[in-house]
Each structure stands twice: as C-alpha cells, then as structure tokens.
C-alpha cells in the first residue's frame, strides 16, 4: 500500500472521533497492539535524542525496503511511534525521504501534543528519514 494511501486510512480512523480523549484513547491502542521491541535493540544507539520519554527505534534493510520496529516507555508516544511505522515501514529509502507526512496536521496531532512531545515526534521523523537516507545508498 503506498504511503499517502495508508495516511489518508489513519485520518479517516482519527476523524470517526470528535474528542481528542478518545483519540488519544485511540494512540494508546495502537501502541499497546505493537508487539513488543527486542531487548538486543534497546540499546543506547536505538534511543531516540530528543525525546522526553525513552524510545527505541530498529530499522532492518530488507529486499530494498526499511522495516522500522519501536518501542517506548510512555503510552501516548508509543502509538505515535506505532503510526509512523505503519505510514512508512516497509516502503524504500527514496519513498520516505519524498513522503510528505501530512497525515499528523490532518488529524490534529501536532497541536495536541505538549510541546516536548511535539519535538519528539520531530526527532522520531528525523530519525527515521536519517535511517532512509543512510540505506539510500544501498539502493
């Protein structure tokens, strides 16, 4: 499924809620249903800078995509971590450093957020595009 397809799902499934109680309700949700995160890779150099909360991110290079797998230690930040995953793990390096993630303003993500949390969902995507573009080469 193509990025921007699998973004317009996640407002579509946002949009089914008008209090944000009930959207966080919903993050919470999708973090809990990720599986869980591999002790090997919670280490230092998976840890996220910038991040209030502890959150690991793996990415494996595999038949010319990027699977991402994560974890985190605050329920919220772990369902928006789960969200970036769905939006672009499995894609190509070139596919997520041309992604245009419109899907967080659209659901009203960004401006519910504190503002550390807001940096570390910068910091999460700005990982995540260093990743692609580290296996950019590769391709």
């Known amino acids: 499924m193509a990025i921007n397809d699998i973004q317009d799902e996640i407002i579509e499934e946002f949009s089914a809620f008008d209090d944000w109680m009930d959207k966080y309700q919903l993050l919470i949700d999708l973090g809990n249903e990720q599986p869980p995160l591999d002790e090997k890779y919670k280490t230092e150099s998976n840890l996220i800078d910038g991040c209030q909360s502890r959150v690991w991110l793996q990415a494996d290079y595999e038949d ?66 260093m990743y692609a573009l580290a296996f950019s080469t590769k391709q």
């Open 64 to 129: 010319g995509v990027l699977r991402f797998t994560a974890e985190s230690d605050a329920l919220i930040v772990k369902g928006i971590v789960a969200l970036l995953i769905r939006v672009l793990s499995g894609h190509t390096p070139q596919e997520i450093l041309d992604a245009d993630l419109y899907f967080i303003e659209e659901i009203g993500l960004k401006e519910h957020l504190s503002p550390t949390r807001s940096n570390g969902l910068v910091a999460m995507v700005k990982q995540i595009r």
